[in-house]
């Protein structure tokens, strides 16, 4: 029953001083975030650069400078772990995004995201890990199971939902922002709860009750998933609600949010659940009933704490993702093969662009269908924003790369070490080219062409709509 | 360069189901904490109980129940990590003390304050010192040397400030509070910087220049540090009033200022300087300067949030104090001699109660010499109350004992088992009679003699005020 925290980080041990390196490794990261912060907010009227753009090139020259110090061994300062990873840094994060949600605009829209997240999600990855398995099988790339391609798939279906929105406005495009918002964050459930899937079945053998099996295991995860987080939600402003009774204890207030929030995440964790999807959860319920009954600097001081944290959370990943970028280890096996290496990261890139494409645009259709305004409906140039928008791939698929392709941050296998260093490219790319949708709407060629497409689009929509019309005209007269 | 976090966590690897009891550790931790604040906040109305008591209560029944799981092997899930505490659970606590100080009547009362917290310490400490040495080089305890003797002299200097001040109030006794409150901070740095200069110095022979160049140590220290933390605070102030310039971005203000308080700690910890100080000083700084240059939600969420994470970090150390207090390792070695151990005990509460009266009642008097106005002047009810309300042993003498006592949380040695369990005694037996000052000035014999030492010391001090006013004519005469 022993957390054996102590052991474990007394090896850092703070007096003495062969462990100073500790000090001056937290020194640093902590000294790096702030300058992000500070040059981000500094280029702020720059619409190319942001925090995450900064804290990446930050990264990638403080990974630099390490490599030289160092004699070209390492570039980080701290190895990958997928525990600070998704222990500390992912619950803020997905947290503040169901905290901070606009509720009545995601529920309005709740149907298309689901079909977005889940199925859209589900079509990208059966489509990546087919591309992958039937092109890469083909190629001298090394020794990869079944398993690992089903996870090359699951990686890539997971989208940098909360990078991308600091492109898109929740004001102007309120559509267009929950929408993709939305999608992104039951995306990230989604692939988590596939990657997960993939991990703990055996996958040698398919046949369609194993398959029966997974859909049962995704719908059982996504249920008790959401179940726990809305309960925890539900407590957390029942104990508020009884607690407060009139009394003055902000601080009290805020612990209990707080603990609440990462009791839920942890909650799920301990009964293997998708963690991610229940902590959103209870980061929906929490803003729609626990921050009502609170004190009004309790309401100012969650919202701003939790979007604070996730803030910081979000810094550090691209920080050590552009420190980690330069890491000799990962490349070295990449180095005796650079064309390889370049043609996995181009396939997977061109996979992610048809596997986003292969949903988007049906499940948008779909959607029209169902909607009775015709304000309500997704227009052909908005699919075109929602299928680029979610293009860029960010921390997540990070994580479940290096938890699939690494043992304890260390890559000995040439097969995983290109996977890795291929999300690293297929990171680093996207999110270096998506500020290119700002460029989007000026260049008149494309606009030309989606015009057309839309106008195509439309006719394929009313045809369907006038034939399904018929059909139940025909089916109420028979 | 590497700050090998990532082997460190990987041990406690989430995905993987051998390490599944982390996750159960954090789930206990976590809900033990929820559970804390909520019973502390039903029996707020009882002045016997709070967080800090029912979190000490608490710890002790969850170690009861795990001792009993265990089969009478461990009472705790999380081995004590000096790490843990001083670079995740001491700096909130510290630099809210310092953010949350009233600097009117700290500043007003700076000299009392440096006066107890610098000078009375060093009484104390020699006191408590030179007490232990004399008494128990003669017992059967085991092996101590010189340095074990000054550091248990350090060790029960530093009293438990912050919980103390739950039993003052900041509106209904402000001289007092601001006193005992500012002392304890002041305190918690002096001893800790006595602690790190006993630990450094090698003190098997001590001679005047020794003792000089410590004295000249504990200076450099505390000036050094103090500069530091002064830096810092007026550092994040220039760039938040920098950045500012009109625009809204409370999340990165907010960061900034986290991000910042928690890098003075840690740069005095990179320089080997006071990092309590430095960082108390910062919270008084930033308090002053940068919480007045940002928006006012930003105001609201760091007053609240400091609060808050210094709220929980208490009372997960309290927590964990409570689990720790029945660890079997320690009392093993305890359980063949309770006569002594009980004796021990005793010897040090003795000892802290006589170090304490030594410098409380000699420097207030001291310090009622300098004060014109009678108003300004310490009364010696007050007098009493402040020796009193600092007797409480807290956390730092937790920390320190354990530093100074333990390798990596596990004690082998007797007479190191015998401190730890000691401290352990000291500070839950003096964390549990706290309450007695409640009852203080309801007994009247007490209150009797109170008055009559009163008159005593108002009659000496009018006579040194006369004897120094004949002096001070004398010699102005001559």
């Known amino acids: 029953m022993v ?5 474990l980080v007394a090896s850092l041990n703070r007096l003495s001083t062969s462990d100073h390196q500790s000090v001056v490794s937290i020194n640093l990261f902590v000294a790096l975030i702030c300058a992000c912060i500070i040059i981000g907010h500094l280029l702020e009227e720059n619409r190319w650069m942001n925090e995450s753009i900064t804290a990446l090139v930050i990264g990638l020259c403080t990974g630099v400078v390490i490599l030289l110090i160092s ?29 901070q949600v606009k509720k009545k605009s995601f ?51 997971a989208t940098d939902s909360v990078c991308t929105l600091q492109v898109l406005s929740q004001d102007e495009t309120p559509l267009l922002y929950s929408l993709v918002f939305g999608e992104g964050v039951v995306n990230d459930a989604t692939s988590v709860v596939l990657f997960n899937a993939v991990q703990n079945f055996d996958l040698s053998h398919i046949n ?6 997974l859909v049962g295991n995704f719908l ?27 009394r003055h204890s902000t601080d009290r207030e805020v612990a209990i949010v707080i603990l609440m929030a990462y009791l839920s995440y942890m909650l799920a964790e301990l009964f293997y659940l998708s963690a991610i999807l229940t902590v959103f959860f209870s980061g929906i319920v929490m803003s729609h009933y626990t921050w009502h009954n609170v004190t009004e600097s309790s309401r100012v001081t969650t919202k701003h704490a939790f979007a604070t944290l996730s803030f910081i959370a979000e810094i550090f ?58 304000e309500e409906r997704i227009s052909f140039n908005q699919q075109i924003i929602i299928w680029w928008a979610g293009l860029m791939r960010g921390a997540v698929s990070m994580a479940l790369a290096y938890n699939q392709f690494t043992r304890g941050g260390h890559t000995q296998l040439r097969a995983n070490a290109i996977m890795i260093t291929s999300t690293i490219t297929v990171v680093l790319f996207s999110t270096g080219v998506r500020y290119l949708n700002f460029f989007f709407d000026k260049i008149s060629g494309i ?30 007269q028979s």
Do not use: C
Request: hydrophobic share 50%.
């Open 208 to 213: 369609t009750s194993k398959a029966l099996e």
């Open 220 to 246: 059982y995860l996504f249920a008790s998933s959401t179940i726990l987080g809305v309960a925890t939600g539900l407590l957390s402003a029942y104990i508020i609600k009884k607690l407060y009774f009139g």
């Open 447 to 476: 606009n030309n062409s989606i015009r057309k497409m839309q106008n195509l689009q439309d006719m394929a929509f009313e045809l369907t709509k006038k034939s399904l019309a018929n059909y139940t005209n025909y089916l109420s």
């Open 71 to 99: 004699g070209g061994k390492n570039s980080h300062i701290l190895v990958f772990s997928e525990d600070l990873f998704f222990i500390y840094l992912l619950p803020p994060i997905i947290f503040n995004a169901g905290f």
């Open 317 to 374: 990943i691209f920080l050590y993702v552009g420190m980690d970028a330069l890491d000799m280890e990962k490349w070295r096996f990449v180095s005796d093969s650079p064309q390889l290496s370049l043609q996995v990261s181009s396939i997977l890139l061109g996979l992610v662009l048809v596997g986003r494409a292969a949903f988007v645009f049906p499940l948008s259709f779909l959607s029209n269908l169902m909607k009775k305004s015709p």
């Open 107 to 157: 529920f309005r829209n709740f149907s298309t995201i689901m079909l977005f997240g889940a199925v859209g999600t589900l079509i990208s990855f059966i489509i990546i890990s087919f591309g992958a398995t039937s092109i890469f099988k083909k190629w001298n790339i090394g020794n990869l199971e079944i398993g690992d391609y089903l996870a090359i798939g699951a990686i890539f279906s």
């Open 3 to 7: 957390f054996d925290f102590g052991t």
